[in-house]
């Protein structure tokens, strides 16, 4: 079965860095894109960050550019995502993501991680 397990979520204080990692199993994740997604209380879930886990090719949210950066391990089977200078308002529950079409719904979730930020 495919499963991906993320990890590295926790409490920061403001202008500090978390890195998240999500590990991969059961699927080819090197034929693949990836992403992340966040969703805080009463918000609706929204796109952080895609890395092609074959070509390493990335884009980002808004939100995420120039403080967050989405990367990928040298078997391509496990993506990351740096994020520095963080804010009280990164605080959601983020998820790992990978789809196995472009222009299609993400086909598998990780479980999230809880990623609070105080000020």
């Known amino acids: 079965q495919v499963q991906l397990v993320e990890s590295g979520g926790g409490l920061v204080q403001a202008g500090g860095s978390l890195r998240l990692s999500c590990a991969g199993s059961?699927?080819?994740?090197?034929?693949?894109?990836m992403g992340w997604f966040r969703q805080a209380p009463g918000k609706e879930r929204e796109f952080v960050a895609t890395?092609?886990?074959?070509?390493?090719?990335?884009a980002y949210a808004d939100s995420a550019k120039g403080r967050f950066t989405i990367s990928r391990s040298n078997a391509k089977d496990t993506v990351y995502l740096q994020m520095n200078s963080l804010k009280p308002e990164d605080t959601a529950v983020y998820y790992c993501?990978?789809?196995?079409?472009?222009?299609?719904?993400?086909?598998?979730w990780g479980q999230g991680t809880q990623v609070t930020v105080s000020s």
């Open positions: 993501a990978v789809r196995v079409r472009t222009r299609s719904a993400y086909d598998y």
């Open positions: 890395i092609s886990m074959s070509t390493g090719n990335t």
């Open positions: 059961g699927l080819t994740f090197s034929s693949y894109n």
